[in-house]
C-alpha cells in the first residue's frame, strides 16, 4: 500500500493524481486567492470560482501527422475557411477583453500557422496565459527560445506510446524520435514541457516505462488523457480499454505518482476526460486509512466541481466556431465571425449551453442518483452523446461500481470497448 509524503510542493496545471493522492495542494492554498480566475496561480485555477473559460483554440486544420484519435479530423494544408491574421489578433483581444485566463493554441499543429508566434505574444502582452500543445516534430531550437522569450507559459508535447506504439497511433515513422527530441528542445530552451498521453490498449503496456521516461528526461509533468471515443471512427476500433482496463490503469498511475514523490521527486500527474478518477482517489485515500487527506481531497474535488463543458472550458475552430470543449464539435454555439465570444457564452437562448451550466438537474440514470455528482459533475457529456444518443446519458466511461456511487442495488463491473 503506497501513500506519498504529506509535504507541500509547487506544481503547475490541473488537479490530478498528484494534487489528490500526494497532497501537493490544499483546500487552503485556493482560498488565499479569492478564487478569482485571474488572480489565480496557473496551478489553482481549475478551482476559480468565476470559472472564466479556458480557451483550446484549434488555431489551424494543417497538421504534419495524421494521428489514429485526431478528433479535429485534421489535414495537410490549412482549411478553406481559416480566421485571417487580423480576424484571429481581433479574436485574442475579444478573449482577454473577456477575462479568460488561458490560451491553449492547439490544431491541426499549431506550429504550422504562419501567425502563432505573434499571437503568441499578444496573448501574454494582453494578460493571458498562453499554452501550446504540439506533436513537437517542427520545435526546433529557434522555435523554442522564441516561444520561451514570448513569455509562453507550458508546452504539452503528445506521446502516446514509445517507439512503434507512438509512430503507429501518429501515422509517421519516426515520430517518436521527433517528440524525444522536442522535449530536449524545449527543455534546453528554458520552457516549461510536459507529456500528453491518451490511453488505448496499444500503450497500456508501456505505462510503467512511461514513468521511467519521465524520471530519465526529468520531465516535470505527464497528463493521462482518457480516450473520448466517439464511437465513428474504425481507426480506432478495438484501441478503447474497458472498464475493468480502464480501472487497472488508474490504479498503476496512482502507484507510480506515490513512488515518485516518496523517492524525494516532484512530478505533477493528472488524468483528464474521466472525472470518475477524482472519486476514486478518494475511495483509495480512505481504503487506505488516510482520512485526513481524504478530506482535503474532497475539498477540492467540490471547489473544482468536476466536469467544465461549456461553462469552465471552450473550443474554437480555425474558422471560428465555438464548442462547448474540444470534443463535442458536432455541437456549435455560435460564430466569432457574428458575435463576440462572451455573447456567445452567455447565450440565454442556447437551451443546451445553459443546460450545461447548470447540468445536475438534467442528468439521467446513475449519473443523477451518484453520492459523487456534485464533485464529479456526470462525466463528459460528448462521450455520452457520441456513444448513447443523448447527452444527458451517464458516462459510458464511468469504471465505478454501484456500490462505490451508493446505489443500492450493486452490480458486477461492466465493461465496454
Known amino acids: 500500500m503506497l ?28 482560498l488565499r486567492y479569492g478564487r ?25 486544420r494543417s497538421c504534419n501527422l495524421s494521428c489514429v484519435h485526431c478528433y479535429a479530423a485534421a489535414t495537410p494544408g490549412p482549411a478553406p475557411d481559416e480566421l485571417s491574421f487580423q480576424e484571429a489578433a481581433g479574436l485574442v483581444e475579444n478573449l482577454t477583453d473577456y477575462g479568460v ?9 499549431p506550429l504550422m500557422h504562419p ?41 504539452g508535447i503528445s506521446l502516446d506510446g514509445l517507439g512503434p506504439a507512438h509512430d503507429r497511433m501518429r501515422g509517421h515513422t519516426g515520430a ?4 524525444m527530441r522536442a522535449i530536449r528542445t524545449a527543455r534546453e530552451a528554458g520552457l516549461k514541457v510536459g507529456l500528453r498521453l491518451t490511453l488505448t490498449k496499444s500503450n497500456q503496456a508501456d505505462l510503467g516505462a512511461l514513468f521511467d521516461l519521465v524520471v530519465r528526461e526529468d520531465i516535470p509533468r505527464i497528463c493521462f488523457y482518457h480516450l473520448v471515443d466517439q464511437g465513428a471512427n474504425p481507426l480506432l476500433a478495438g484501441e478503447a480499454l474497458t472498464l475493468a482496463q480502464t480501472r487497472a490503469a488508474v490504479d498503476q498511475i496512482v502507484e507510480r505518482t506515490a513512488l515518485l514523490h516518496q523517492s524525494g521527486l516532484t512530478t505533477e500527474v493528472l488524468t483528464v476526460d474521466n472525472q470518475a478518477d477524482g472519486p476514486y482517489l478518494y475511495l483509495k485515500l480512505l481504503q487506505q486509512k488516510r482520512l485526513t487527506q481524504a478530506e482535503r481531497a474532497m475539498e477540492l474535488l467540490k471547489l473544482n466541481g468536476g466536469s467544465s463543458s461549456g461553462h469552465g472550458i471552450a473550443s474554437i475552430s480555425w474558422n471560428g466556431l465555438v464548442h462547448p470543449d474540444q470534443f463535442w464539435r458536432s455541437v456549435t454555439l455560435g460564430s466569432i465571425r457574428e458575435k463576440k465570444f462572451a455573447d456567445i457564452w452567455h447565450d440565454s ?33 460528448a462521450r455520452a452523446n457520441y456513444l448513447t ?10 469504471y465505478l461500481t454501484d456500490e462505490e456511487i451508493g446505489l443500492s442495488s450493486v452490480q458486477p463491473l461492466a465493461d465496454h470497448g
Not at 8 to 24: E, R, W
Not at 101 to 109: A, R, W
Not at 176 to 179: D, K, R, S, V, W
Request: proline residues 5%.
Open 3 to 30: 501513500g506519498c509524503p504529506s509535504r507541500k510542493v509547487l506544481v503547475l496545471a490541473m488537479i490530478g493524481v498528484s494534487k489528490l493522492f500526494c497532497n501537493t495542494v490544499e483546500p487552503s492554498d485556493v
Open 36 to 60: 478569482r480566475s485571474m488572480k489565480l496561480p496557473s496551478h489553482l485555477l481549475q478551482f476559480s470560482e468565476d470559472k472564466k473559460p479556458v480557451i483550446v483554440w484549434n488555431l489551424t
Open 101 to 109: 485566463p488561458v490560451i491553449l493554441f492547439s490544431g491541426g499543429e
Open 115 to 155: 501567425n502563432l508566434m505573434d499571437l503568441v505574444a499578444l496573448a501574454v502582452r494582453r494578460g493571458a496565459r498562453a499554452v501550446l500543445s504540439t506533436n513537437g516534430l517542427l520545435l526546433d531550437g529557434d522555435r523554442a527560445r522564441r516561444l520561451k522569450a514570448l513569455g509562453l507559459s507550458y508546452v
Open 176 to 179: 517518436f524520435q521527433g517528440a
Open 349 to 381: 437562448s442556447n437551451d443546451l449551453l445553459m443546460a450545461l451550466k447548470n447540468k445536475y438537474r438534467h442528468l439521467k440514470g446513475r449519473c443523477r442518483q451518484c453520492r459523487f455528482l456534485t464533485v464529479c459533475g456526470g462525466g463528459l457529456r
Open 389 to 398: 444518443g443523448d447527452p444527458w446519458a451517464p458516462d459510458p466511461a464511468c
